[in-house]
């Protein structure tokens, strides 16, 4: 069971894969971290920053090809001190040692972008860097009352908008090449991490955590409609002549802003952009894949409904589509089936298991456990219905039947409380699983720096 109800639906024909129970799958392609304004307006790129008045700007260090100047080192202390983080004064032997751990991590980072440069097979994602670049900039823009003012703090900095959504591009680059490296280099060999270190990396980052939101854990069983045979056989009727049509010549992008029942994507001409394997119906997925460059599928059914897909281009682990969908039309007498199903599964499990009923009822397409933040239960991750579901709610009431239409599709859900948590610090054990995993990766890119550092000219100048 591996995605959330909203997911599963997004362009009639994603799914977001892998979450684990107690985490909250998030349906989004892309997700824009919620920065302070000034990390949004500095950059990570060095050279870029505009020199503090009286600041005599110097070479730090040199990095193979590449060098890092003492405004580098400066704009990465502005960055720490915009998250909070009080520095001690300069010229004390504390600001130095924290001088000096930004430069081995200037260091490091410039060590694999360098690498990553130098191999021809990375490709970045031009279509998700302006994706995200795009959603950087109009969270910048949302962050001043209006453009005038904009323009001014760029001003202070020495910067247009224009050169702020370049040096933010190049930036965004950059994240991609040095996340592409890191994945294909850094291996996936056993890595030991003792529970001491995990201790460790929880009291040194304590004070970083912020504080917990209130949360709800619960269980769901999700319940789809399911259209009749009459009315799966009608559609995939339709779906065979639209594909004749493409196949005959017609336009397919025209065909699918005037046919497509796909809300997500019927608009822009069926489009769906590109996508891994991992991140559609099943269905979809292995037929896309399995096309080659400009050929047309043949209808292809998924729980969705059926569809006629267009690959446009190819990349090695990467396909850009088109598609067209047609979906059963579901009856009163389905949508009363269901509801009469999700009626019965929340009378058993009054006195019956609710793992048991999910196992039995709920959609196997679907996650069926969430921890998730309160402030977190609303579009686009959850359908609307599930606010009013699971608001003021108190551990072990049953909900439900809730019914939503999701993207086109009806389903029923009844929903168990498993905990509420009011908000608070985090505990060890909140945050252990995630800080293990952040420990793993940590020595992962560690031994790949080691292994570079050592093919690389590194020069050390001071401060």
Not at 147 to 173: F, P, V
Not at 214 to 234: E, I
Request: one cysteine or more; a negative charge; hydrophobic letters at 40%.
């Amino acid at each position: 069971m591996n995605t959330t109800p909203s997911a599963g639906t997004r362009f009639g024909v994603r799914a977001a894969r892998g979450a684990d129970p107690g985490q909250t799958p998030d349906p989004r392609r892309r997700r824009l971290s919620a920065l302070p304004l000034m990390l949004l307006l500095c950059t990570v790129a060095p050279g870029n920053m505009k020199a503090q008045e009286g600041l005599v700007d110097r070479v730090v260090a040199v990095v193979g090809d590449s060098i890092v100047l003492l405004t580098d080192i400066v704009q990465e202390e502005q960055q720490m001190q915009a998250q909070g983080i009080r520095l001690p004064p300069e010229g004390t032997p504390q600001r130095d040692s924290i001088r000096r751990g930004i430069v081995d991590r200037i260091v490091e980072v410039q060590i694999i972008l360098q690498a990553a440069a130098r191999d021809t097979l990375l490709e970045v994602n031009e279509e998700q860097v302006e994706e995200e670049l795009n959603a950087v900039m109009a969270q910048i823009e949302g962050s001043f009352a209006n453009r005038s003012e904009l323009d001014r703090a760029l001003a202070m900095q020495g910067m247009t908008m224009q050169s702020l959504r370049e040096m933010r591009r190049e930036q965004i680059r950059q994240q991609q090449l040095f996340g592409l490296y890191v994945r294909l280099n850094a291996g996936q060999g056993a890595v030991e991490v003792s529970e001491e270190e995990i201790r460790e990396a929880f009291e040194a980052g304590r004070a970083t955590f912020g504080e917990r939101p209130a949360t709800v854990t619960f269980k769901q069983a999700l319940m789809r409609v399911v259209p009749s045979d009459s009315a799966r056989t009608v559609a995939m009727s339709r779906a065979e002549e639209l594909l004749e049509r493409a196949r005959a010549g017609e336009d397919f992008a025209e065909l699918a802003s005037a046919h497509s029942q796909d809300p997500g994507s019927a608009a822009a001409g069926g489009d769906v952009g590109w996508f891994r394997r991992g991140q559609m119906a099943d269905a979809f997925e292995e037929a896309a894949f399995a096309l080659p460059e400009g050929v047309i599928s043949d209808v292809v059914e998924s729980e969705y409904g059926f569809h006629v897909i267009l690959v446009e281009r190819i990349r090695p682990s990467e396909r850009k589509a088109r598609h067209i969908l047609i979906r059963p039309v579901t009856s009163f007498a389905d949508i009363t089936m269901t509801r009469e199903l999700a009626e019965e599964v929340v009378e058993r499990a009054q006195s019956e298991d609710f793992q048991t009923l999910v196992d039995q009822y709920g959609d196997p397409e679907t996650a069926d456990s969430f921890t998730v933040a309160i402030r977190d239960v609303a579009p686009p991750r959850f359908p609307a219905a599930y606010v009013a579901a699971l608001s003021q709610r108190v551990a072990g009431e049953i909900v439900g039947p809730v019914e939503f239409n999701d993207f086109g599709q009806d389903f029923f859900v009844v929903i168990k409380i498993i905990e509420v948590r009011e908000a608070g610090a985090y505990t060890f054990e909140d945050v252990r699983d995630g800080l293990r995993e952040r420990l793993i990766e940590q020595k992962r890119v560690q031994a790949l720096v080691e292994a570079l550092r050592a093919k690389t000219y590194i020069e050390i100048k001071g401060f």
